[in-house]
């Protein structure tokens, strides 16, 4: 009688599973949804809403009129990539453009390659990139939130972000010294509260930074990717900073300014579009810490998370193949 057990994989269980994964990145993003909504009212809501909403439409309609396959709505996936989505646009954008961004997302990015599990990049990133290019003027007119220290901020409807002042004035020859120090300017304080023109997701840091404190203590994301990307962004505009402080921000504005926050910890740690390794990961999250900043730095575009981490993106497949895993039972030969 044999006492050897043959079965496939996994061999390694645990409780966690794409359903309990997924609602609990929407649980994470709760914090930041009721910031956007208390800053920018119920135009927050709508966007959220529409995004979420088409987004499972469009996921559903696929898998069961085009592929004819297993429905799998309700594993989550489709809610957090309609968050996601809403989450990097303005609150003023038109619901029919909402819907374009969620078919691109879903149909495109996801389902064109098969579903969860198999799209190379995050389909949230492609919903975003693929609005900015096709309506500019849109997806940067930013409505000015609610004031809650600095009242100057609410003189305009809309208004540029932190970053948009920033990369403007530079471009005009002003010092940052004399644009931080300009009145309307949001300043650490309203960016770290949420206070500042923006996308939905990307105006609270501390909104932000409480998901992902909730994301580690459930073991959803990892220590890798998040501080080889800070760390990364920090260490390279802290050395232009230093360099020339006028024409350069700090890196605490480059942190708490734009979407670094939303993109380190719930973009660029997507499992299926982030390398399985470690290794793999800190070389992804350092890739795109420095992206991220040269773009910024030397782009067209004040802000450069999403082109960062969709780059990143790209070269996954080949981090994955140069830092694979050993394999169980593999024998290392030395010498």
Known sequence: M??????????????????SIMYG?????????????????????????????????????????????????????????GVLLAFNVPSNLPAWMIVIGA????????????????????????GRVFLLISFPVQMTSWPIPKAMFDVSITDAITGPTTLGILKEGISAGKTVQELMGTSGFPGYMN?????????????????????????FLRRIITWHIPLAYIGSAVI????????????????????????????????????????????????????????????????????GVSFAILIMNAFTPLINKTFKPKRFGEVVKNG
């Open 25 to 81: 990145v929407v649980v994470a993003m709760i914090p930041a949804i009721f910031v956007s909504v208390y800053f920018f009212g119920p135009d927050a809501a709508r966007v959220i809403f529409i995004s979420v909403v088409a987004c499972l439409f469009f996921e559903w309609s696929i898998q069961k009129y085009l592929l004819k396959g297993p429905v799998t709505i309700n594993d989550g996936s489709a809610i957090v990539t």
């Open 236 to 303: 390279f505009s802290g050395i232009l900073w230093l360099i020339d402080p006028t024409k350069y921000i700090d890196p605490a504005m480059h942190l708490l300014a734009g979407g670094m926050i939303l993109g380190v910890f719930y973009m660029a740690t997507d499992m299926v579009s982030s390398p399985m390794s470690a290794k793999g990961q800190l070389v992804f999250g350092v890739g795109a810490g420095l992206l991220t900043i040269m773009i910024r730095v030397w782009g067209a575009y004040p802000e």
């Open 2 to 19: 044999s006492l050897l057990t043959v079965s496939g994989s996994p061999h390694v269980h645990s409780h966690q599973n794409v359903k």
């Open 191 to 215: 960016d770290l509260i949420g206070a500042q023109g923006g996308s939905l997701g990307e105006i609270s840091a501390i909104a932000l930074l409480l998901g992902a404190i909730y994301m």
């Open 103 to 126: 078919l691109v997302s879903i149909g495109i990015a996801k389902m064109s390659f098969g579903g969860l599990g198999k799209n190379p990049f995050n389909p949230a990133l492609i």
